[in-house]
T-cell receptor
Framework: AQKITQTQPGMFVQEKEAVTLDCTYD???????LFWYKQPSSGEMIFLIY??????QNATEGRYSLNFQKARKSANLVISASQLGDSAMYFC?????????????FGSGTRLQVQP | GAVVSQHPSWVICKSGTSVKIECRSL??????MFWYRQFPKQSLMLMAT?????????EQGVEKDKFLINHASLTLSTLTVTSAHPEDSSFYIC????????????FGQGTRLTVV
């Protein structure tokens, strides 16, 4: 079974600063994908970034980057130059790639608040 | 990018009645869709995997007779909450993934169900 752990229930960051949201995962399968989603108060799930277990480079998408440390089983999200609109819940998730279970398993989430 | 549309976005129903929630993939064929439930201040929990043309696969603890899932076409899955009770009040959200793409998982807008 897969497990995602997010140990930070809440985080504060000053506007324009960078922030790191922690995520560790556990799986015995070597083929998996890691996702980060943003969930504002409206409830929609906004895809941010993806990292495959075989990807050699850390994923980046604009202000978002994923610090992937495979040996430590961590996939931390880094948001650079925080904006007020970044205030939301952030979920780390994973799925297996080839064994048929393609549903996402989610962590408990981190609530990020960006302060002016 | 691919879009998943979920309807309705919110619904209030009386205890004992049934409610149907639709999830459509608008620009791709989804042989598999996923239904999640999210209680306030909690994470998304997988309820069931909806397979086109066959029976849904339910997660442990989810009553299949209460949460009826139908996936009659490659673009539409429905979740019917039968004989709803106040404890069924929650945020229900569907997801769809394209068969050949591991890097993406798209979510509908979610449905906030309140049973009174």
């Amino acid at each position: 079974a897969q497990k995602i752990t997010q140990t930070q229930p809440g985080m504060f960051v000053q506007e324009k600063e960078a922030v790191t949201l922690d995520c560790t995962y556990d799986t015995s399968d070597p083929s998996y994908g890691l996702f980060w989603y943003k969930q504002p108060s409206s409830g929609e799930m906004i895809f941010l970034i993806y990292q495959g277990s075989y990807d050699q480079q850390n994923a980046t998408e604009g202000r978002y980057s994923l610090n992937f440390q495979k040996a430590r089983k961590s996939a931390n999200l880094v948001i650079s130059a925080s904006q007020l609109g970044d205030s939301a819940m952030y979920f780390c998730a994973m799925s297996l790639l080839y064994t048929g279970r393609r549903a996402l398993t989610f962590g408990s989430g981190t609530r990020l608040q960006v302060q002016p | 990018g691919a879009v998943v549309s979920q309807h309705p976005s919110w619904v209030i129903c009386k205890s004992g009645t049934s409610v149907k929630i639709e999830c459509r993939s608008l620009d791709f064929q989804a042989t598999t869709m996923f239904w999640y439930r999210q209680f306030p201040k909690q994470s998304l929990m997988l309820m069931a995997t909806s397979n086109e043309g066959s029976k849904a696969t339910y997660e442990q603890g989810v009553e299949k007779d209460k949460f009826l899932i139908n996936h009659a076409s490659l673009t539409l899955s429905t979740l019917t909450v039968t004989s709803a009770h106040p404890e069924d009040s929650s945020f229900y959200i569907c997801s769809a993934r394209q068969a050949a793409k591991n890097t993406e998982a798209f979510f509908g807008q979610g449905t906030r169900l309140t049973v009174v």
